[in-house]
């Protein structure tokens, strides 16, 4: 299993300001996410954070409004830039011990108001 | 038609009863499948995969695949109030190899 620490927890931004949100695990993972869950909705991928290298967007998510790093096995942060109300949503952390990547354990989110 | 779907509920069951969950999919090439718990305000946690056609059961969780039909379920036996939760279908993509979420159905267990 892994502990995730995300943090912050939750932030009220002003609109055009970025906010760079951290992922922490509790041990060497081989996989790392980047979930966003908007009010009432599902889990949608934004991004695969690769160590060392680029991160892998999904249909949808472009490196310029979601940077992303990973610079070990350890740690990721998400970037989410010149914020808009509509990326107002719960964004969460996920990582992967093994090689099914369906069995995930997720951070407790980062729930970003944006006005 | 959207990769994976779930009926949103809310499903209200007593307490002691057996709740069913369903979700279908539309990609007929996956081969693996999740159940994740996600309680109100709370991160998701994975209860239940499954990879191979007919039941498998966990404790009073049993998870079922018929991959004919496309189609996943969950069955929560002898159903507590703590299980009210809204509960995740997920199915890896077989061309992307990521896991892809259904909407959710919240369970409502009433004492």
């Known amino acids: 299993s892994a502990v995730i620490s995300q943090k912050p927890s939750r932030d009220i931004c002003q609109r055009g300001t970025s906010l760079t949100i951290q992922c922490q695990v509790d041990s060497q993972v081989t996989m790392m996410f980047w979930y966003r869950q908007q009010p009432g909705q599902s889990l949608t991928l934004i991004a695969t954070?690769?160590?060392?290298?680029?991160?892998?967007?999904e249909s949808g998510f472009v490196i310029d409004k979601f940077p992303i790093s990973r610079p070990n096995l350890t740690f990721s942060t998400l970037t989410v830039s010149n914020m808009s109300p509509e990326d107002s949503s719960i964004y969460l952390c996920s990582a992967g011990t093994g090689v099914d990547t369906g069995e995930l354990f997720f951070g407790e989110g980062s729930r970003l108001t944006v006005l | 038609q959207k990769e994976v779907e779930q009926n949103s509920g809310p499903l209200s069951v007593p307490e002691g009863a057996i709740a069913s969950l369903n979700c279908t999919y539309s990609?007929?090439?996956?081969?693996?499948f999740f159940w994740y718990r996600q309680y109100s305000g709370k991160s998701p946690e994975l209860i239940m995969s499954?990879?191979?056609?007919g039941d498998k059961e966990d404790g009073r969780f049993t998870a079922q695949l018929n991959k004919a039909s496309q189609y996943v379920s969950l069955l929560i036996r002898d159903s507590q109030p703590s299980d009210s939760a809204t509960y995740l279908c997920?199915?890896?993509?077989?061309?992307?190899?990521?896991?892809?979420f259904g909407q959710g159905t919240t369970l409502q267990v009433k004492p």
């Open positions: 499954i990879y191979s056609n």
């Open positions: 990609d007929r090439g996956s081969q693996s």
């Open positions: 954070a690769n160590q060392g290298s680029e991160a892998t967007y």
């Open positions: 997920a199915v890896i993509g077989s061309n992307t190899g990521k896991l892809i």
